[in-house]
């Protein structure tokens, strides 16, 4: 019997280097993205008409681009605003230039090292970075972050806040769209937001989900009175109070299920409500926690934990939305309360191969990373550009 050479224990006889993929350029845009219904309005008197998102292009030296995106809630929903984003990708660019941008870990630890805080920033670079990575391995982003469960993933929609009866109203179309979750915009005077709950709940069908997202807009007493005036109604109450400890205030006073979704800002904000039982779902948007890595670290850990999660981004075009997809349709169809396909909610498209919402529900591409490809006339031209 001859002797096994090398090769049978899986040593390459002639090993060759491997050569690291590197970022040799980043370019950012920016691209206007207007609201389809005119005006998005919230807790407090906030509205967006037009979203201010940024897209990033990561290039390799090998000619690969990925791209990734941020877009934030306006400059008052959370702490970060659209020139924030490309500022501060301006202060990371140096940073990454010449990086593995398919090495995730290193590169996000780089990034955290370089910038402390600012998660919104670091997202839309987290994600370019996945798209690359599955450029680079042929897989899409959903494969690569576990495997889709099921066909498709259920999307909810949000109704801007309005009076109550136009809200209800509201109802009907986005029914015919296929929605069967509804998330009202609450967070106002606590007399109406009662009506609002009231006059929406009276509208719904067997089946239909119904959701209060207060964002943060009540004071407790605010939120006491709603949550004791619909004690009787099939409702979710999200986010009543600004702080963590006000909403486990309300929470420990409803017999309501409860959603957290603006305190919930990373692991440790998880694991503290998780502890005291201050919420039965979170809300989990990708730019809020620092990019899809951080997110499918939380999303792994509520799997584990067997909490549910709404899975979505502060808001975004359809680059944002292909990366809400791969990440919800990796997720276990349990623990899977909603998704958000934003690119229907705006006139603007930054990229074509984006999940197209049907009947309520929407799909992660099979093509490569997030599947998606950029329609540069709409990106127009760089605002910046990084090079060595
Ligand atoms: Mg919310």
């Known amino acids: 019997m001859p002797w096994r050479n090398a090769a049978n224990y899986g040593l390459s006889a002639h090993p060759t280097e491997s050569v690291a993929v590197k970022i040799s350029a980043i370019r950012v845009y920016q691209v206007n993205l207007p609201l389809v219904e005119g005006r998005y309005s919230w807790s407090e008197g906030k509205y967006v008409e037009v979203f201010d998102s940024t897209v990033v292009e990561l290039v390799t030296d090998e000619g690969l681009s990925g791209y990734g ?32 941008p398919t090495a995730i870990g290193p590169l996000n630890q780089l990034m955290d090292r370089a910038l402390l805080g600012h998660p919104y920033v670091k997202s839309a670079i987290d994600m370019a970075c996945w798209d690359l990575l599955g450029k680079v391995t042929g897989k899409s982003v959903c494969d690569l972050m ?16 309005r009076p109550a009866d136009e809200m209800a109203d509201n109802v009907a179309g986005h029914r015919a769209d296929g929605y069967s979750k509804f998330q009202l915009k609450v967070g106002g005077k606590p007399e ?32 006491m009175r709603v949550v004791n005036a619909v004690s009787d109604v099939d409702v979710y109450i999200e986010q009543p109070c600004r702080s963590y400890e006000h909403c486990l205030a309300v929470r420990r006073n409803t017999t309501l299920p409860f959603i957290l979704d603006e305190n919930i800002t990373d692991i440790d904000a998880l694991l503290r409500g998780h502890a005291d039982g201050a919420m039965d779902v ?9 990019g899809l ?36 349709h990796s997720t276990p169809e349990a623990l899977r309360f ?6 229907s909610y705006v006139t603007v498209h ?33 605002v910046a550009e990084y090079t060595h």
Not at 147 to 155: E, H, I, N, Q, T
Not at 282 to 290: P, Q
């Open 192 to 223: 109406e937001d009662v009506e609002r709950i009231r006059a929406v709940a009276g509208v719904l069908t067997d089946g239909e989900v119904l959701v209060a997202d207060a964002n943060t807009g009540w004071r407790v007493d605010d939120a």
């Open 338 to 343: 909603s998704a958000t396909d934003f690119n």
């Open 146 to 161: 576990g495997g889709r469960f099921g066909d498709s993933v259920a999307l909810y929609r949000a109704i801007a806040q």
């Open 69 to 100: 995106e941020v877009c934030p809630l306006g400059p008052f929903y959370l702490p970060a605003y659209g020139p924030g984003a490309r500022v501060g990708i301006g202060e990371l660019a140096p940073t990454l230039l010449g990086e593995d």
């Open 350 to 382: 930054n990229a074509t191969g984006a999940p197209a919402r049907t009947s309520g529900h929407m799909s992660a591409s099979d093509e490569p990373g997030l599947g998606i490809v950029p329609d540069m006339d709409v990106l127009g031209a760089a």
């Open 282 to 290: 979170i809300n989990l948007k990708i730019s809020k926690v620092g």
């Open 293 to 328: 890595t951080k997110a499918r670290q939380i999303r792994d850990l509520c799997v584990s934990l067997n909490i549910p999660m709404t899975i979505e981004d502060s808001w975004g075009g359809d680059i944002i939305t292909s990366a809400i997809a791969h990440l919800a």
